[in-house]
Every structure is written in C-alpha cells, then in structure tokens.
C-alpha cells in the first residue's frame, strides 16, 4: 500500500462522520481534563493542555485509529505526592521521561506481552471500567435537584431515540447541544462545566522544565515516571485491544507504545500532565461512527478551539449533559454477555473475571487489577496443563526390565509429580524411559528427570531415558546432569 493509500484510508474517509465524532469527544473531554487536574493538584489548564497534545498527536504517531488518548485518572493519582512534594516543573520533567520510557518500549516490541493478557482478564477490564465511569458520575447526581435527574433522564432519551430519526449525526453531541440551549434560555440554575474549575484563555506554549539537570533530580523523577510509563501503556494497549475489537480490525502496539511516549514527551514540554489512551472516550468515539486518525486529531483540535476560543459558551454546558452521555458510554463499555457466561464459562475464567473487576473497582487501580488477573490466568493455565501430565508402565514377563511411558508438559508446576510418579520400592535390573510422547520446558523439568534417574540408579538399575525430542535433547544437554557419566556409572541415553 502506498503512502497516499495509506492517508485515505487512515484520514479522508467518511470525513463529515469523522469530524462529528470528534467535536462530540472534545466536548466530553473537557470535565474529563479538569476532574484529572483536581485529582493531581494541578491548575485545570495542565490537564486540559494535556488532553490537546496528547489527543493529536498520537492522532499521527499512534499505532490504533480511532483511539482517544488524553489526561486521565489512571495516571492523575501517580502524580499527587510528585507534585505535593517537588512541585509542578518536576511533574513536566517526569512526563517527558515517561515518554522517553514509552519510546523505549516500544523500540523494544514488549506491545507483544498483550499476547498474555487473556480474554477473561480483557472482559474484566472492560467491565470494571464501565462500572468506575458510572461511579465516577454519582457525585453529580448527589444531592441534586429534580432538575438534574430530569436533564440527565432527558439527555439519555435524545441518545437512544435520536439515531430513529438519523444516525448521520451522533445523538450524544446532539443532547449535548440540545440541553445546552435550553439550560441557557430556560435560566434553570444547574452546575456547568464553568463550575468545575477556570478554563485558560490562552494557547500553551513551549518550554523547557524549568529543574535541575543532575542526578538527584533524576533520582526523584524515574520512581514516577516508571510508573506512569508502565500504568499508562498497560491502559492504552488495553483500549487498543478493545476498539480492535469493536472495529474488527487489527492495530500496531508496537507503534502504539511508541506513539503514546512521543505525545507525553512533547506533552511535558507543554506544561501539561502525561495521559494515555481513554477507553470511555473510545468508545464514545467509535460508537458515533469514526474509523479513522482524523476524528482523534479533531477531538485534541477542537477542545483547544473550545477551551480557548468558545469558553464562554462551553463553561454553560450543563453538567447533566456530559453525566447523560458518560452513563450512555458505562451501559455501551460495559459487556452483559459475561453476566450470562458466569453459567456456561469454565470455573477458572469465571474467576479470572471477577477477580479483575473486584481488585480494579476496590482499589482503583486497573494495572494492579490486570495484573492480579493475569497472574491467575497463569496459575490456573499451569495447573490445568499439569494435570495432563501421564505416566504408564510395561513390565517384562521376567521381570527384570520396565519400561514407563511418559506423556504430556513436563515444567514447574508437573515436575514433581513426575517423580512421584515412578516406584522407587521394587526397582528391576533395567530400566527405561520413554518421553516420546513429552516436552521438556524448564530446568526444573530437566531436575527432575536427574532426581528420577538418581533414584532409579540407587537402587542398582540401569537406566536408558529414551525418545527426548530436538528441544528436549538440547535443554537436557545443556543443564542436565543424569546423562553425564561418572566412575561407577555408565551414561543413560
């Protein structure tokens, strides 16, 4: 495919569509910017800053169309002690290191450890999102008037029944305008975006963080920029997978790791926070229609053209609007196939799932979560392969030799029941061991290949280990010791 193909297909396809879904995810990004600002004690403007940059561009480096990335919660909270402590330089100097780790990353392929994240824990994820972008709506709904609960009930029947009369326009920026208009002429007393914090009047601009460049800075910025780098692609790979899925079609994580560390690198020397990729601006983006670069650009265009131009009209949107089209976004993310699958699915995956909503939803943490999910995902794959694991004996009629047939994955977790396996009670003269029919993937299957094969000798047998695959031969060769033959004992083969 050609460069010009490739800007078709990834710009200047379905454009009008495009466009609109991106001034939709301008809009919801907003609240979005200053909350995560709040939550890092930073001015609303570092957030909103970062929204910008980061949204346009991983709009031309990133590896996943469609994609939003921003500032967000996930990697707001790491940054609250940084700045308590050290102050907001040393937040920007942080961020452009935690681009440079992306970068690094990337260059390193390690997008391919998605590969290990399976679908339960991917399921998980998803669901604990949907339920934290509930949550994270109920302190608008708290003690609020009949009017709120009425504008978000509103909000919530112009996005379900709009797309009956036409779906060329999103419904979700059509509420949005919608309750805008009639909040401001109807002169109903409502919080508005302006309530949440002060939007800046000017453009960012570029600077250097103003640190010092010595050692010890270095030493109080890595902590936190490796646990922005690290949290911040875990997310971003994640939503990727997502809106693969979502769009059937494929994405570079590779390219993405490196498209999200280029943005925070030059978001740092924006005066804005780092961010990643935003699974509830995802999906609002990808449900209104967009496919392409274009809308992502557009969003980070538009909300600086917002912020900065249009503030005394965004600061008058109702927050019941965004709260309406938040809660939409939480009933779309969120996959009710699971609840059904809890009957049908495998007990372990059940528990993978579960284990990863519990862990993200208490702690508030998705890297921890996916992490746990992960980790069990390993354990139970282990313990399954194990089980599989056989072993079957053939005596001769006289006695004097046997032959044990060993079948499966020996490893970690199946290694020491190979041992048990064997009668080390009434050993014969000869014997053999045939692993035709098994693998070899560790030294601690190797070692108890050696454990066995001592054993065996112990007791006066002459032991042959025969039928060891190419891998097999070569991890035996290189780390066993059972085939190396010593004074009083000839080599098994």
């Known amino acids: 495919m050609t460069l010009l193909q490739t800007v078709r297909r990834e710009w200047l396809t379905n454009i009008p569509t495009e466009v609109l879904s991106g001034i939709l995810v301008a809009l919801a990004l907003i609240p979005e910017a200053i909350g995560f600002s709040i939550v890092a004690g930073v001015d609303p403007k570092v957030g909103l800053y970062a929204s910008f940059s980061i949204a ?12 939003i990335s921003a500032a967000t919660a996930s990697t707001a909270v790491l940054m609250i002690t940084l700045v308590k402590d050290h102050g907001l330089q ?9 681009g440079l780790i992306q970068i690094a990353a990337g260059a390193l392929r390690l997008g391919l450890l998605m590969k290990f994240v399976s679908r339960s824990v991917m399921t998980g994820f998803v669901n604990a999102l949907a339920i934290l972008i509930f949550m994270a709506q109920l302190p608008q709904l708290t003690h609020a008037g009949w009017e709120t609960y009425a504008m978000v009930g509103a909000g919530l029947g112009i996005i379900y029944l709009f797309p009956f009369v036409t779906t060329k326009i999103p419904s979700a ?7 805008t208009g009639f909040t401001i002429y109807s002169g109903i007393t409502l919080r508005t975006v302006g309530d949440m914090g002060e939007l800046p009047s000017s453009l960012p601009f ?4 103003d640190v010092p460049f010595t050692l010890e800075t270095l030493k109080i910025i890595l902590p936190y920029a490796l646990a922005m780098a690290a949290v911040g692609l875990l997310e971003s790979l994640l939503t990727a997978s997502i809106v693969d899925d979502m769009t059937d079609t494929g994405s570079n994580k590779n390219r993405e790791c490196v498209g999200q560390g280029v943005a925070n690198f030059v ?4 005066g804005a926070m780092g961010g990643c990729a935003m699974i509830g601006q995802s999906v609002i983006n990808v449900t209104a229609g967009a496919r392409t670069r274009l809308s992502t650009f557009v969003a980070g265009a538009f909300l600086l053209f917002l912020i900065v131009v249009m503030g005394d009209w965004v600061r008058q949107i109702p927050m019941a609007a965004l709260v309406a089209v938040m809660i939409m976004v939480s009933i779309s993310t969120f996959n009710w196939s699971s609840i059904a699958n809890l009957r049908s699915h495998p007990l372990s995956s059940t528990v993978v799932m579960l284990a990863t909503v519990i862990v993200v939803v208490a702690t508030r943490d998705l890297s921890l979560g996916v992490l746990t999910g992960v980790v069990l995902s390993g354990v139970f794959f282990a313990a399954k392969v194990a089980r599989l694991l056989g072993v079957s004996t053939k005596r001769s009629e006289d006695g004097n030799d046997i032959k044990y047939v060993v079948t499966g994955q020996v490893f970690f977790a199946s290694s020491s029941s190979l041992v048990d396996a064997f009668d080390y009670s009434d050993v014969p003269a000869r014997v053999w061991i045939d692993v035709s029919a098994a693998h070899f993937w560790d030294i601690s299957a190797i070692g108890a290949l050696d454990e066995i094969v001592r054993k065996l000798r112990r007791h006066g047998a002459v032991v042959e280990v025969i039928g060891l695959n190419e891998a097999s031969a070569t991890m035996v060769e290189r780390f066993g010791t059972h085939h190396r033959p010593t004074a009083s004992q000839p080599a098994a083969h």
């Open 56 to 67: 346009c561009v991983t709009a031309i480096v990133g590896g996943r169309p469609a994609m």
């Open 90 to 98: 040393y937040l920007f100097a942080a961020t452009v290191l935690m």
């Open 173 to 179: 920026l059509v509420s949005i305008i919608v309750l």
């Open 206 to 209: 570029f600077a250097i963080p």
């Open 267 to 270: 978001t740092g020397f924006l």
